[in-house]
């Protein structure tokens, strides 16, 4: 349309100003191609062509200007990626839990076998039940555990002053490192015969006069080995939970301190009273973000263990991998990735729940 | 918690210090032991009858050149930076990094983008649908990524219309990445809108700026410090990721740090602990060195993000 | 020109013809002699063919710098480009999966035990290479045949053995009082004892892993007579022979066996064995290789490599057994280039390559053809040679049945692992064990 506008310099002064407007937005470079007008065009004519195009423009801009279009288009780049590249996959993992499917089936061989799949799990496999418990102590235990240290650690970088940032930036390191990195050191750590934290204990040890110890088989004995994988989860987790927190600190008024303060209220009773509900609403959000990622958490545990001793560490995500892509059972491998949907779409829903209820 | 007002020296030290420095060994002890793995000979890492926590060669080649005032590069490369050497000289550590910088950095452009606009849609627009798409999106954070490699691998190897392979290819990652990305940037963002006043805006509007304009001129620059964390919080998880790089990536020049790292310096009955643990290290400097230039934005990001 | 080289060259051009087709091989005849030479480098296969190659990396690092040699030679001779990609062994299934799922990725893989039965409906047929190799070297080693093989075909083509025995620190042994290595488990774990006592227990992982756990477990099952399924696929594992074999082992572990053993992987009884904190350990002989090339000193300064010896498993009721685990070459069907993968391993497998690559691996690995047993390889490396004299006791994987994908599965699942570990950690008594495993392999053999 930008190309019928300088035809027609004549009309230039006569249309309103938002017109003018449009038009040096959308035309200029056009506009300064000097084509020779033609003479037989009229005023009037060019006139109209002029409104016609600045009248389309703005419509593209009213379209704009409407929140639903609008909001299609900016959710367009975000939907695009979630359809195409979550949402097929997704459903494909929905329908291979339902079908018998193994790696490089051919398709005439797969059937569709319902629920057998879930059933199976639930009632004879032998080791599904051990990735489900462990996956709820693993997270509930490492959930539990960041949140007070994290908020522990919190309070006292909130507290402090000389170093501020060195120590901001270094307690941060865990969470920076790359996770199958860190775990590889701690391997390292656990080692039956190297480990550096039984050297300690048995020097220790014979310092103390208590004679010889090998000292504990960090990841051999099956409950030992569970908290070892999740103490690296801890270990790598306490600073998004304690930076997140520091955060929420500072979301809290000082008034309210100081009017505790002047109620006379303890340290440990302003900590309860004031920062606890203060901090609350990221408590929610980081509990949440934490509980899903720790769930469906998978390089700690394959690094470590492999879901051993006999399967005292597997989670839902490492047993799904055994079985599906070192097993190949891709249907049953699904199932046991999805088992767990349910569970984590209910600490969801509390989340919107929560927030919804917070924006009213 | 407010100021240390009237506190005894011995309770300061009891209730902030104490803690703070088992809080500093915790988080920090991993890495010492790291840095000395990387600087102990095989021999020495593998003798159990030393001290660990001192790498003995090293520390004797230091002092004797200490002692004699004499500085010697080679005895110290000889001695303390052996696994360096080999890291960086005789692997594609170098190729890794530059690797993992590009597909960290471009999927969490995209990443960003895709969660801006979603973001400021959920926060701001009301249109049919937007409590959907926001549920939509919290729901995708859950899908398991153990359950999305082998469709996801099936369709990097062919993408849809396009029919090119992205597989053994960085932009095969740049792909996957933003699956788990975008969700949880919309997520940080959306609530980090909210807390922006919406007067302003429509100060703006009434100004005679259009709602695009509003958007970029005036909410973004306000949401720079929620941008920022969310950027930030992207780079880390793209960098940290592992099984997408170990599936997809075939060719040792294409890999990433961590999967590098692991295949190439694993060989089975043998770990190359010294440049492993160096890998490690130097592996997570550059995310630490992005961190400390950002480390108050980011919280900052997460403050506002939790008002809304 | 050689008459070597008029050979190649005829076969090739009449190949070049055949293949590419008859608008190339005008442009070629047009091009005269230019043209024929340039057929000469580039034979059967289509311009720009690079064939994509997955290993594990060696645990005997100088066979992967012989593999990658042969490989960019042959690929010279023929114009291909050959990738070598590898990854860490316990990682090549999960690899493998994905490749063959999303059908892309490389033309050739390597995999271990009877990984690739799995995937059996994937694999292009290799048959005629196995009979052609067979009808000229002599058979394949039993078990390295049955492993490759599903339903009467090929679908790998057996290439290599990772053998295992028992590695054993004499001086420890001695200075313990037993005099010879025993001959019973019975005498074992009464020996063993003794070890422990004097701080050096055996050393055995029951981990998940996918070497050193497999390669003590069914050889020690066996050993009591004890098998997955009868020779009509039914599962037998709940039998007397195995509840004694699970008695057994726990007493054994209890006794003298190391119990850091539950949580190692494939790398750590190397590490045990040379730092001195084990007397014994069932593994390949990476543990000697590693002590004879980076010069090990034991505890009196001495090189370490005296001190050890190769030793057969000990004996059960039923036997003497051993586990090798063997590695084989399988071809997707989703290659764009089959003929060039098979050209490439049959070229592999040829003698010339085949005893080089086992030479520079060492002795390491054992070749998956019986004449190689005859090999003077093995005077090469006369510590080695118990490897090869006890190559051929041993079952395959899933006897008394088949080998067959469930077999495959069985393993991948750590089940008969699981089984033992459940009973030297205390988590289940051996009846429980027992129990347990059953009901694992009967859901793997029907679903």
Redesign the interface.
């Known amino acids: 349309m930008g190309s019928l506008e300088p035809r027609c310099p004549v009309a230039r002064g006569k249309i309103g100003r938002m017109e003018e407007k449009v038009q040096r937005d959308a035309g200029e470079e056009v506009a300064h191609a000097s084509l020779p007008p033609s003479v037989e065009e009229s005023a009037a004519s060019c006139l109209a062509t002029i409104r016609t195009a600045a009248w389309s423009r703005q419509r593209a801009i009213g379209l704009l200007e409407r929140p639903d279009v609008l909001g299609y288009l900016l959710m367009l780049p975000a939907a695009f990626i979630i359809f195409s590249f979550i949402a097929y996959p997704f459903g494909w993992g929905v329908w291979m839990s339902l079908t018998n499917k193994e790696v490089g089936m051919s398709w005439s061989r797969v059937s569709f076998i319902g629920l057998w799949n879930y059933v199976h799990l639930w009632t004879t496999d032998g080791v599904f039940w051990n990735a489900v418990r462990n996956s709820f102590l693993y997270t509930g235990i490492a959930t539990a555990v960041k949140w007070v240290l994290g908020i522990w650690l919190a309070v006292l970088l909130n507290r402090m002053v000389r170093f501020q940032r060195i120590i901001r930036a270094a307690i941060l390191l865990p969470w920076i490192i790359p996770t199958v990195l860190s775990t590889i050191a701690f391997l390292w750590i656990f080692d039956p015969d190297f480990s550096v934290i039984n050297w300690t204990l048995r020097r220790f040890y014979t310092w103390m006069g208590w004679g010889y110890v090998k000292g504990p088989l960090w990841l051999g004995d099956p409950t030992l080995a569970l908290m070892s994988v999740t103490f690296v989860n801890i270990w790598r987790g306490i600073p998004f939970y304690a930076i997140a927190f520091l955060a929420g600190l500072q979301t809290i008024e000082p008034d309210l301190y100081e009017a505790a303060a002047i109620d006379g209220a303890s340290g440990w009773q302003r900590f309860w009273h004031v920062t606890l509900p203060g901090i609350k609403p990221i408590t929610v959000v980081v509990i949440v973000f934490s509980i899903i990622v720790t769930f469906s958490d998978f390089q700690i545990v394959y690094v470590l263990t492999r879901g051993g001793p006999a399967n005292s560490t597997h989670l839902f995500a490492t047993y799904a991998y055994q079985i599906a892509m070192v097993g190949t059972r891709l249907g049953l491998g699904a199932a046991v990735s999805l088992f767990m949907f349910p569970v984590l779409a209910l600490v969801i829903v509390y989340q919107l729940v929560y927030l919804r209820k917070e924006h009213r | ?4 007002v009237g506190e005894g020296l011995a309770k300061r030290l009891l209730v ?1 210090h104490l ?2 420095f088992f ?2 060994v ?3 002890f ?2 010492y ?2 840095f000395v ?1 990387s600087i102990k000979s ?1 021999h020495e ?4 009858n030393v001290n ?2 001192i790498p003995v060669a090293c520390t004797t080649a230091i002092a004797e050149q200490v002692k004699g005032f004499q500085f010697s590069g080679s005895a110290l490369m000889e001695n303390c930076f052996y696994h360096w050497r080999y890291l960086l000289r005789d692997t594609l550590f170098v190729q890794w990094l530059k690797n993992t910088l590009f597909i960290a950095i471009v999927s969490t452009i995209v990443s960003l ?3 801006i ?2 973001a ?3 926060a ?5 649908g ?1 409590d959907t ?26 993408m ?1 219309l396009l029919h090119w ?1 992205l ?1 053994n290819n960085p932009w095969g990652l740049i ?2 990445y ?2 788990f990305l ?2 949880f940037c ?1 997520w940080l963002l959306t ?1 980090y809108f ?1 807390t922006i006043p919406k007067e302003l805006e429509e100060a703006a509007m009434i100004d005679g700026a ?3 304009q509003a958007m970029v001129r005036i909410v973004l620059p306000l949401a720079l410090p929620g941008v920022v964390s969310a950027g930030i919080f992207a780079f ?1 998880l793209s ?2 990721e ?2 997408y790089a ?3 990536i ?3 020049a294409n890999k990433t ?3 590098g ?4 310096l ?6 190359y ?1 010294g440049e ?2 160096a ?3 130097l ?2 400097i550059p ?2 060195v992005i ?2 230039f950002f ?2 934005h ?6 506002g ?3 809304g | 020109m050689s008459d070597e080289a008029r050979k190649q060259l005829a076969i090739t051009r009449r190949d070049f013809v055949k293949k590419v087709g008859l608008a190339t091989g005008m442009a070629v005849a047009g091009s005269g002699i230019e043209g024929i030479l340039a057929a000469r480098k580039a034979p059967a296969y289509a311009p720009e063919t690079t064939i994509h190659f997955l290993l594990w990396k060696n645990f005997s690092p100088p066979a992967d710098v012989e593999i990658i040699r042969q490989a960019t030679d042959w690929g010279k001779r023929n114009n291909v480009t050959v990738k070598i990609e590898q990854i860490n062994g316990n990682d090549i299934p999960a690899r493998a999966s994905a490749a063959l799922e999303s059908k892309q990725g490389p033309d050739i893989i390597q995999f271990f035990h009877n990984w690739q039965n799995q995937y059996a409906d994937s694999l292009v047929d290799v048959t005629d290479i196995c009979t052609a190799l067979e009808s000229k070297y002599g058979g394949f080693l039993d078990y390295s045949r049955r492993h490759a093989m599903l339903g009467g075909r090929f679908n790998a083509v057996p290439h290599t053995i990772v053998p295992n025995i028992y590695v054993v620190r004499k001086s420890y042994m001695k200075a313990a009082g037993t005099q010879h290595w025993p001959k019973t488990w019975e005498e074992l774990r009464r020996e063993g004892k003794k070890w422990k006592a004097a701080g050096h227990p055996i050393g055995q992982t029951v981990g998940h892993t996918f070497s050193d756990a497999v390669d003590f477990t069914y050889p020690y099952l066996w050993s009591f007579g004890a098998a997955e399924r009868d020779e009509k696929g039914r599962v037998i594992i709940g039998s007397k022979q195995t509840l004694e074999a699970l008695k057994f082992f726990k007493a054994l572990w209890d006794d003298a066996m190391d119990p850091s053993g539950a949580g190692w992987d494939d790398s750590s009884n190397n590490r045990a064995f040379l730092s001195g904190a084990i007397t014994a350990t069932n593994n390949a002989p990476s543990i000697y290789l590693t002590a004879s090339n980076q010069v090990i000193l034991d505890d009196q300064g001495e090189p370490l490599v005296n001190d050890i010896a190769h030793v057969s498993n000990p004996a059960g009721p039923a036997g003497v057994f051993h586990y090798h685990y063997t590695q084989q070459l399988a071809i997707p069907k989703y290659s764009k280039n089959i003929d060039a993968a098979r050209d490439f391993i049959r070229w592999l497998m040829e003698k010339d390559q085949l005893s080089k690559y086992l030479r520079r691996a060492q002795a390491y690995q054992a070749a998956a053809l019986k004449m190689y047993m005859k090999d003077p390889m093995w005077d090469m490396f006369p510590a080695l040679k118990p490897f090869r004299d006890h190559l051929l006791e041993m079952k395959h994987l899933g006897w008394k049945g088949e080998p067959d994908a469930s077999a495959a599965r069985v393993v991948q699942n750590y089940v008969l692992i699981d089984m033992l570990a459940n009973v030297a950690i205390g988590k289940m008594s051996p009846e429980e064990s027992m129990k347990w495993a059953e009901g694992q392999l009967k859901a793997i053999y029907v679903g």
């Open positions: 918690m407010g100021t240390p902030f803690p703070l809080f500093i915790f988080t920090l991993p890495f032991w790291m793995t095989t890492t593998y003798n159990r660990p926590y983008f895709a969660g606009t979603a400021y849609a959920l701001r627009l009301k249109f049919r937007v798409f926001g549920v939509l999106i919290f729901i995708t954070y859950l899908v398991p990524p153990t359950l999305l490699f082998i469709p996801l691998s099936d369709l990097i190897g062919d849809p392979s597989l792909v996957a933003p699956t975008v969700p919309t609530g909210r259009t709602r695009i880390t960098a940290n592992f099984l170990l599936i997809f075939s060719d040792a740090v961590p999967v790292i692991v295949s190439e694993i060989k089975g009955d043998v770990f602990w492993l643990m890998g490690a290290l592996g997570s995310v630490a961190y400390s480390v108050e980011y919280v900052a990001g997460i403050t993000a939790v008002k």
